[in-house]
């Protein structure tokens, strides 16, 4: 019989702890081991059941849950699901708790946001992260230097046609910091899918804004897609490219979950392989699951290049693994020199 997916639930609502409970409870897979109203019996807890997978609250009494994190990562690693708030604030955390080292983040239940939608995705990521490899905070810290890319100069004057297009799920925050935060300001045009709720995707563009030389936004319907700018796929809503005459744009909308999501890798590679042919370049990074993969076939069908980030530097490689195997994928490369690749690719 398969192991059964340890959890502890961290979290100072007696409520979410009984309703987490219950609701993992039915999944044959997962078991709830425990849970703690704060850090401190947490940490006991953790020692004695031994979790495979913790989900934490961040805004808890006695020790905040980013401290906790940040000690979980220096002496215990272990995947860590974040249950956030909706509010502007919560966001903004989570985004932090995200670049300490945890693995996932999920929105707290509320009147908008059902407990069995919750509880679907829920579970979905506690299998998803389970079994993930968590590094030290020293050591993943020093596993990824970034390489600042620079355009190859005789492409300086044909960058306006170019399009790169970006997927990532599971450890995509941390990596598109590193691929984008390694473009030069006058990249081509980028337009992003992470998978993420909504709310916090609009925290996560301003965050990656203020450590890049390009600009990242949040993408509103009908944005245009200039050099030195990456559009985010805002949260809850899938985004596909457009174009009118020599203008790239975005169309944000609304429509059913493609493989369990929304916004989809999918939908975005489709649209570019329509719209930027083999002006397109598509990169796939971490995450679980295999969406991505069929649009990259469809990028790779027009002429479009593709690049899929490589097994060891990836949190999950169940995203870049399933695009591999279409074919369709022209370098593996690892996180770091992604940018650089993308670049002498035109």
Same mark, same amino acid.
């Given at each position: ?170 450890? #995509?925050?941390? $990596?598109?910091?590193?691929? /984008? %935060? =390694? !473009? ?7 337009? @992003? ?83 930027? #042919?083999?002006? $397109?370049?598509?990169?796939? /990074? %971490? =995450? !679980? ?7 990259? @076939? ?49």
């Amino acid at each position: 019989m398969r192991k059964k997916i340890r959890v502890l639930v961290v979290d100072d609502s007696a409520i979410v702890r009984k309703v987490f409970t219950e609701e993992l409870s039915r999944e044959a897979d997962i078991e709830v081991v425990g849970t703690a109203p704060d850090p401190f019996v947490a940490r006991d807890k953790i020692m004695k059941l031994e979790p495979d997978v913790i989900t934490l609250d961040i805004e808890m009494p006695r020790m905040d849950g980013i401290t906790f994190l940040r000690k979980l990562m220096k002496y215990y690693p272990l995947p860590v699901i974040i249950v956030s708030s909706l509010t502007h604030a919560g966001s903004k955390l989570a985004l932090e708790a995200l670049s300490i080292g945890a693995l996932e983040v999920i929105s707290k239940p509320s009147a908008a946001y059902s407990v069995g939608d919750m509880s679907v995705q829920l579970a979905d990521k506690i299998r998803a992260v389970a079994g993930i490899r968590v590094q030290k905070k020293e050591e993943n810290e020093q596993q990824i230097a970034p390489e600042k890319a620079q355009l190859p100069s005789r492409y300086l004057a044909e960058t306006t046609n170019k399009i790169i297009a970006i997927g990532a799920s599971t450890g #995509g925050t941390e $990596a598109l910091k590193t691929v /984008l %935060t =390694g !473009m030069p300001v006058n990249s081509p045009g980028i337009v @992003v899918v992470q998978h993420m709720p909504a709310q916090f995707t609009t925290s996560f563009a301003e965050r990656l804004d203020s450590l890049c030389e390009i600009r990242v936004k949040e993408a509103q319907d009908g944005d245009t897609v200039t050099n030195g700018l990456a559009l985010i796929a805002p949260g809850n809503f899938h985004m596909l490219l457009k174009r009118s005459g020599a203008r790239y744009y975005v169309n944000v909308k609304t429509g059913p979950l493609v493989h369990h999501q929304r916004p989809a890798v999918d939908v975005l590679y489709k649209s570019v392989s329509q719209y930027a #042919g083999s002006n $397109a370049i598509g990169i796939i /990074l %971490t =995450g !679980m699951g295999a969406d991505g993969a069929a649009g990259m @076939v469809s990028m790779k069908e027009v002429g479009a290049k593709t690049i899929a980030q490589d097994e060891k530097s990836c949190v999950v490689f169940g995203m870049p693994k399933a695009a591999i195997e279409t074919g369709a994928v022209d370098k593996i490369v690892s996180l770091g020199k992604i940018a650089q690749t993308a670049l002498n690719m035109y």
